[in-house]
């Protein structure tokens, strides 16, 4: 289950996303013309799109959980003009590919919505080439911090990462994709901290971070929060309204920090 | 105060801290030949030294609230044979050096220790030339993440951040950078997210961040939070042998940031 939920707000959310940090985080990203990509949890098209972009030589292969969004992503890359794309329907647990399909792997966004990300990793390895790269980006939610702060948004931004492990899912697992990687047996070539930091000295990308990536993610488990009484609503308006406010106002700042890793399956059997 | 206390192993942690985060912090902080440059809050001396190192044709005056720190500032500086620095005995909140007397203004680990950063700030464009800058690094210790995390790890950086507060000082000043550097009346330059990630790609630094800064700058309040009641001895015992581990072991990470910002004294009048 995702935690932000499957609405049309939520789609919004994540192409914008995917747009705003496509610098931070595809930068360094650059694949082989030729080479056979793989996707994983491609959602709604947002990351996927990009990857055309930016590599227009690839094959891709796009997979999802979900059929719903599968059609969403269908329409974005079809709108963008993007015809080097395969969106499949498959479960990353469980993706029935050959062993050794894929040149390289790409995964955004993702391990932190499963239940055993350690087991997804090990998949992926096991149809990933010998010398190909998994390249995987989560964000953890443990390294967050704005200014003003508020008692009610940071009760907002606490009952999001409660919210998210209730799932079973981890909000922090950022911090842990170099043991993660380790662990599924693959050579680590890097994990880099990609932080945003905003303020108004440039007040659109302030703007853009809080009201279009971070608000609408904490604001998508509104409902279940309040149901739980984990926040009371009135205390929720007041987190949502002042969140928004750190990314209006002139004298405010806001921080996260997303993780990137590349892992290499090693080519000598054995070394796991 | 100073949260932290005088002792030889604050001495020789703030030494060692100055050397790890040297390029982190330092790169991109270079004045002219023949500038005035003051460094405030030089403590034992450590980012004073790097400043001799980075920009050996600058004059700078370093001044500290501590004589004691103060002397083995001398010793440091001396014994690496820096002549170009003069320290003095002053309190940041009224210098009583005349208006307008430097060129640049240095500040690293300092607003988090005073009682009124902005205060100190206004005080600090006082004594600056119009179209001078003020550097200035503070960390956030809302900001830090690790792996693997344990409740009592958790416990032992929370009383940290309890205990500074306590003080009246605030740990998460880098967030505030931005608006602290406006409502003193800079031109604010930028201020940047300066992030520090290890694992054990890199065990060496990741060692060194963890067990040469983090962990003595916890257990720099060890006796006054055990004391308070914040955390058992027993838990707390247990905290630091887990903090020491995460710079050890091989399926670790730690993560934290500091802010770097930079801003210039208005030139004209009235542009406050």
């Known amino acids: 289950m995702y935690v932000h939920g499957y609405s049309n707000r939520e789609t919004q959310r994540l192409l914008e996303q ?34 055309c972009k930016r590599n227009p030589g690839i ?24 015809s080097n794309v395969e969106l499949m329907h498959k479960d990353v647990m469980n993706t029935a590919f050959p062993d050794e399909s894929f040149n390289h792997i790409f995964v955004c966004f993702v391990l932190e919505h499963l239940d055993k990300p350690l087991d997804a990793l090990v998949e992926m390895k096991k149809i990933l080439k010998p010398g190909g790269t998994l390249t995987v980006i989560e964000g953890d939610h443990g390294a967050c911090v704005w200014s003003p702060w508020s008692e009610e948004s940071g009760q907002v931004w606490d009952a999001l990462i409660k919210t998210q492990q209730e799932l079973g899912h981890d909000p922090f697992v950022g911090r842990k994709l170099y043991p993660l990687l380790m662990d599924a047996g693959f050579d680590v070539d890097c994990v880099l901290p990609k932080g945003v930091y905003g303020d108004h000295n440039n007040p659109l990308f302030l703007d853009d971070v809080v009201n279009q990536i971070i608000v609408p993610m904490v604001d998508s488990v509104k409902k279940q929060v309040i149901k739980s009484g984990k926040v009371t609503e009135q205390n929720w308006e007041k987190g949502i309204k002042d969140l928004i406010h750190v990314g209006k106002a002139d004298r405010s700042s806001f921080f996260y920090t997303w993780f990137k890793g590349v892992g290499v399956k090693p080519s000598l059997p054995g070394k796991v």
């Open 59 to 82: 094959a891709i292969t796009a997979i999802d959980i979900s059929e719903q969004y599968l059609k969403q992503a269908q329409k974005v890359v079809s709108d963008l003009g993007y």
């Open 18 to 51: 995917s747009l705003i940090l496509e610098e931070l985080l595809h930068s360094g990203t650059r694949y082989s013309d030729g080479s056979k990509v793989l996707e994983v949890g491609c959602g709604v098209g947002a990351q996927t799109s990009l990857l």
